[in-house]
């Protein structure tokens, strides 16, 4: 274990096609995050999950955009119906929360989406 | 809401400059700051936390409450330190971390 690994690296897709990133966090670590970075910006928080349970989205995620860590492991983040303003860097990030404050956040290196 | 403010985009120094980074942060609750940083075709890594009061390869950055700042700095700057910066906010109840726009540190000959 080398650390968060994220596939595809890169994913060109046309309008209104749906994909799907996936996440492999670093083992054992039981909270899972997802950011998107746009060009010139920081990362930006989407969603995370504790375990398999999905505790908070942020607003950036649309409906389109769903989520899932069905075991508690890998994560999948599938985007519905892209759109070109989709296009952007997608971070996976995992950490072990052992409650109180904060626990290191671990990145992945990222699936940078393009739509055409 | 939180937001973190880097205001340089870039920031050129020759080796053997001093560097700062600044970096200012809005939260009304108690905040956790980091500086994040990300080297050429690698991944970001956690530099340092406020709380660990520590220096990392040079680098330290302190805390201002009264200024709500986290500037990073180092007294002399050195080719590897070439980088994109990151600062970050951590606020407990949301678990999260806000990110600002970064600084691209540029350390010349």
């Known amino acids: 274990d080398t650390g968060v690994s994220q596939n595809p690296r890169h994913k060109i897709t046309k309008r209104g096609q749906n994909v799907t990133f996936r996440c492999d966090p670093i083992s054992e670590h039981n909270r899972l995050y997802w950011y998107r970075q746009t060009l010139g910006q920081g990362p930006e928080f989407l969603t995370y999950?504790?375990?398999?349970?999905?505790?908070?989205k942020s607003r950036l995620l649309s409906d389109r955009f769903s989520a899932e860590r069905p075991k508690g492991s890998f994560s999948t983040l599938e985007i519905q119906r892209t759109e070109q303003g989709d296009s952007a860097m997608y971070l996976c990030?995992?950490?072990?929360?052992?409650?109180?404050?904060?626990?290191?956040?671990?990145f992945g290196p990222g699936t940078r989406l393009t739509v055409l | 809401a939180q937001r973190v403010t880097q205001p340089e985009k870039l920031l050129s120094v020759f080796k053997g400059a001093p560097v700062e980074l600044k970096c200012n942060y809005s939260?009304?609750?108690?905040?956790?700051l980091f500086w994040y940083v990300q080297y050429s075709r690698q991944r970001l890594q956690l530099l340092l936390r406020?709380?660990s009061r520590e220096s990392i390869k040079g680098f330290t950055a302190d805390l201002n409450k009264g200024e709500t700042s986290f500037h990073l700095k180092k007294p002399f700057a050195q080719e590897e330190d070439s980088a994109m910066y990151y600062c970050a906010l951590y606020t407990g109840t949301a678990s999260k971390l806000t990110f600002g726009t970064g600084t691209r540190l540029q350390v010349t000959l």
């Open positions: 990030a995992s950490s072990s929360w052992t409650g109180g404050s904060y626990n290191e956040q671990f």
């Open positions: 999950f504790q375990n398999e349970a999905q505790l908070e």
């Open positions: 406020h709380i």
């Open positions: 939260y009304s609750g108690s905040p956790e």
